[in-house]
């Protein structure tokens, strides 16, 4: 009597949830912006400020690519991508605290707001379940 074939268990779902898709997205965004920051910084390069003009836009490029990254993998929900990007958020949560004084003061509402949103999705339930069920299912 030949042996039935017994079924896989199903896959877990590691689709990105809602809140999840938000934050990566807005992260994504972030890195472009750092992308034009430094280009931005390339183009004005000048000889008298040379060296200064060339590790800021290191500077922008390295953290953009990093920013980048992360929201890839947030996308693909790894559970590893969360700390960075909290860190990343708070340090923009206090660049906008240093802009609240006119004239800057709607650039630091911009920031502030993403920052906020993009906090408020990494660490809704929804996510929290999400990146959790990425560690049980190991390396």
């Known amino acids: 009597m030949p042996a039935t074939p017994q079924a896989d268990p199903p896959a877990p779902d590691t689709t990105a949830p809602p809140p999840l898709v938000v934050a990566a997205s807005l992260v994504a965004v972030e890195a472009f912006v750092l992308v034009t920051l430094g280009v931005l910084e390339l183009a004005n390069l000048r000889a008298i400020r040379l060296t200064m003009g060339l590790t800021t836009?290191?500077?922008?490029l390295a953290a953009a690519a990093g920013l980048a990254w992360c929201a890839w993998s947030l996308w693909k929900v790894?559970?590893?991508a969360r700390g960075p990007v909290v860190m990343a958020q708070l340090i923009q949560l206090?660049?906008?605290?240093?802009f609240r004084d006119a004239p800057t003061t709607l650039i630091a509402v911009g920031l502030a707001a993403v920052a906020l949103v993009v906090l408020a999705?990494?660490?809704h339930p929804a996510t929290t379940a999400a990146l959790e069920a990425d560690s049980r299912l190991g390396p």
């Open 78 to 80: 790894h559970r590893w």
């Open 94 to 98: 206090g660049l906008a605290w240093n």
């Open 121 to 123: 999705g990494l660490l």
């Open 57 to 60: 836009s290191a500077f922008f």
